[in-house]
């Protein structure tokens, strides 16, 4: 399992990680498509999760998402972690975890490693949390 904290922006990632999920955004269309965004985080780092079509529905704050074969990468300009077409996201359970909420490694900028164009770096943080969900009381 990859901690959150440990998560960087590539074309491909087969990210295996576990986290609680702390806020869901509204649902959007996309085309046919339902959309909505949600911030979850593990003991290390929170970042933006996208969830897609029946995810919009079947996860809500306080369950904790197995993710298997993710991907953290842009969509529409902003990086968020996601199953993609080859992952998997499944409720493993509700409530009972440690978490913080900075870093969010979605808040952070990213730019090509100049020893290795196929990874990236941290260039510098935008936010320490979440500029879409403020941090909790």
């Avoid at 900075?102 to 490693?113: F, R």
Wanted: with cysteine.
């Amino acid at each position: 399992m990859l901690s959150l904290k440990d998560i960087v922006p590539a074309a491909q990632n087969n990210i295996n990680s576990q986290f609680i999920l702390l806020d869901k955004g509204r649902m959007t269309l996309e085309g046919q498509q339902k959309s909505c965004l949600a911030l979850v985080a593990d003991e290390t780092a929170a970042i933006h999760f996208q969830l897609w079509g029946d995810e919009c529905d079947a996860f809500v704050p306080g369950d904790i998402i197995r993710l298997a074969n993710g991907i953290f990468s842009y969509n529409r300009n902003n990086l968020v972690l996601r199953a993609g077409r080859r992952g998997q996201a499944e409720k493993v359970g509700e409530f009972t975890m440690t978490f913080v909420e900075t870093p969010n490694m979605s808040e952070i900028q990213w730019v090509p490693d100049p020893n290795n164009s196929k990874k990236y770096v941290q260039q510098g943080v935008i936010s320490p949390h979440s500029r879409i969900f403020p941090p909790m009381p």
